[in-house]
């Protein structure tokens, strides 16, 4: 039996060979082609150059460029929305002005984006929704005519603030706060009640208008912030009708005010004027009720 001896190559012949494999078909691949068979058309059938071009294609006119000037505007612009430079034929710039020269203009512009336009409020957009909110519309009260009678039906009045402003959210952190001011003559109160309201609630008081202020910021949202407020104001009117047991007890040197009615000064100067009627007249029928309805004694 014969026996079939198969010789292997070394390896570093093998490698060799498998280099030159390689070549050859990188050159096959990079060899010149025809004409038809170049470029993005390898392997089509190129059409025929016959000189039959379709048309370029012209630029756009923008919309703001034909835009009439007599156009009913908020049926453009109804609702509030971002701004859009193809929409708006007005040359508006906004931005840093590049290279010492003028703000960009509208067109690619993102600062007019971010900001809140009011371009959907302007006047004749507001008549005519004034037109339509008309027919649900009362007439304003006769006997709410001044400011006074306002006042005097309304005694309370509540303060807060709405903004408008670009940021993450809508909603502002200062839009929370709520003011309350009432004068203390539209509450019913005593001489007691009064003086007390006016030690509780300190600065808060101002003394020239009689007005009383009350601020609530504590809470996050506005609605909180008012039931707050009102909260306060009712302890506090509450609180000023109580009559602790160590209130009867106070002296008028315990008193930060001074009293004419009752006080050793009301009783000298009773006595001081019959004194003086009696040196003149040598009798005095005047009674103390009189002395005190005197002008004199009630400017002093």
């Known amino acids: 039996m014969a026996a079939i001896c198969t010789k292997v190559p070394p390896w570093w012949l093998q490698r060799s060979l498998l280099i030159k494999h390689s070549?050859?078909?990188?050159?096959?691949?990079?060899?010149?082609?025809s004409d038809t068979q170049r470029g993005p058309f390898r392997g089509r059938r190129r059409r025929e150059d016959n000189g039959n071009h379709a048309p370029s294609r012209r630029p756009l006119v923008?919309?703001?460029?034909?835009?009439?000037?007599?156009?009913?505007?908020?049926?453009?612009?109804?609702?509030?929305?971002?701004?859009?430079?193809?929409a708006v034929p007005l040359p508006l710039r906004m931005g840093f002005p590049l290279n010492r020269g003028v703000q960009p203009d509208k067109h690619g512009n993102n600062e007019l984006r971010k900001i809140p336009n009011f371009l959907h409020l302007t006047p004749p957009a507001v008549r005519r929704h004034c037109a339509v909110l008309r027919q649900f519309c009362t007439d304003w009260p006769v006997a709410l005519a001044t400011d006074a009678a306002c006042e005097a039906h309304f005694p309370l009045e509540v303060v807060t603030t709405d903004y408008v402003h670009s940021g993450p959210s809508l909603r502002h952190p200062d839009a929370r706060i709520v003011t309350i001011k009432v004068k203390l003559s539209q509450l019913e109160l005593d001489d007691h009640a009064?003086?007390?309201?006016?030690?509780?609630?300190?600065?808060?008081?101002?003394?020239?208008?009689d007005v009383l202020t009350i601020t609530a910021d504590r809470c996050p949202h506005r609605k909180q912030n008012y039931d707050y407020t009102r909260y306060l104001l009712t302890v506090l009117y509450l609180e000023s009708w109580n009559t602790e047991p160590w209130e009867a007890g106070i002296t008028p040197a315990d008193r930060d005010e001074f009293l004419f009615e009752g006080s050793a000064s009301e009783q000298n100067v009773v006595s001081t004027i019959k004194a003086i009627q009696e040196a003149e007249k040598g009798v005095s029928d005047t009674t103390q009720e009189d002395v005190l309805q005197n002008a004199n004694v009630q400017q002093y």
Request: proline content about 10%; glycine content about 2%.
């Open 62 to 86: 923008p919309r703001s460029a034909k835009m009439a000037e007599d156009q009913d505007w908020p049926s453009v612009w109804p609702t509030a929305a971002s701004f859009k430079p193809s």
């Open 23 to 33: 070549h050859v078909r990188l050159a096959s691949s990079l060899s010149p082609t």
């Open 194 to 209: 009064r003086k007390k309201l006016i030690k509780l609630v300190g600065d808060r008081y101002d003394k020239e208008t």
